[in-house]
């Protein structure tokens, strides 16, 4: 089954413990994008790779790493989690071009305490 | 500064009769738009979308509809059923940008109830 697959699905944590969010795809899809939504303010991109060894910074990098070393995986890692991060978590990944939208993860739900 | 904008935050409509969720859009670089519906505790699940050089795209009992001079693109559900209660996002993406990149920009979505 096309996938995209995120663990933790729940995690509670203290401040300043780091943290990896794991995420993978298995439908060869070169584009993949960490999202994060909060209460009354939709979905707001974290980070973002078009390929193996190519990421970039959305709209709210702030206290988050990723890697791509492999095109399958695109963890996401939180070095030092505040309590301001506390949220809901998606991986998303897609082909190249839009025709089919992205495919998202089921979630993580994150609580920093 | 929002550049996608889901002015409603909920919308109930009767079963049978039709569903309009309306969005909003400020960067007249957005070229390609998409619809998404989230029910609880899953992730977004992608419905439809378009391109700018259309003003319609049609998916079974989902039509997007598309006015580029007023920046707006609406989702018609028609009829409405109980299993489309879910959250509707509206995207968009500047899908021809120079880096080739594939970015969504996401409205704060639209709870739609259908009361049976």
């Known amino acids: 089954e096309a996938q995209v697959t995120q663990n933790p699905r729940y995690l509670i944590t203290v401040t300043g413990k780091k943290l990896t969010v794991t995420c993978s795809q298995n439908?060869?899809?070169?584009?993949m994008s960490w999202y994060r939504q909060d209460p009354g303010l939709g979905l707001r991109q974290i980070y973002y790779?078009?390929?193996?060894?190519?990421?970039d910074k959305g709209d709210v990098p702030e206290g988050y790493k990723v890697s791509r070393k492999e095109k399958r995986n695109f963890p996401l890692i939180l070095e030092s989690p505040s309590p301001n991060q506390t949220s809901l978590y998606f991986c998303a990944s897609s082909r190249q071009g839009l025709d089919y939208g992205y495919t998202f993860g089921s979630g993580t739900r994150l609580t920093v305490v | 500064d929002q550049q996608v904008k889901q002015n409603s935050p909920s919308l109930s409509v009767q079963e049978g009769r039709i569903s309009i969720l309306n969005c909003d859009y400020t960067n007249s670089m957005f070229d390609y738009f998409l619809w998404y519906k989230k029910y609880p505790a899953e992730g977004p699940t992608f419905l439809i979308s378009i391109s700018s050089i259309k003003d319609k795209n049609e998916d079974g009992r989902f039509t997007v509809f598309l006015n580029k001079s007023a920046k707006h693109l609406s989702l018609h559900i028609v009829p409405s059923q109980p299993g489309d209660s879910a959250v509707y996002f509206c995207a968009a993406s500047e899908e021809y940008s120079g880096a080739g990149s594939y970015q969504l920009t996401f409205g704060k979505g639209t709870k739609l109830s259908v009361i049976p």
């Open positions: 790779s078009m390929n193996v060894e190519v990421t």
């Open positions: 439908m060869n899809h070169e584009y």
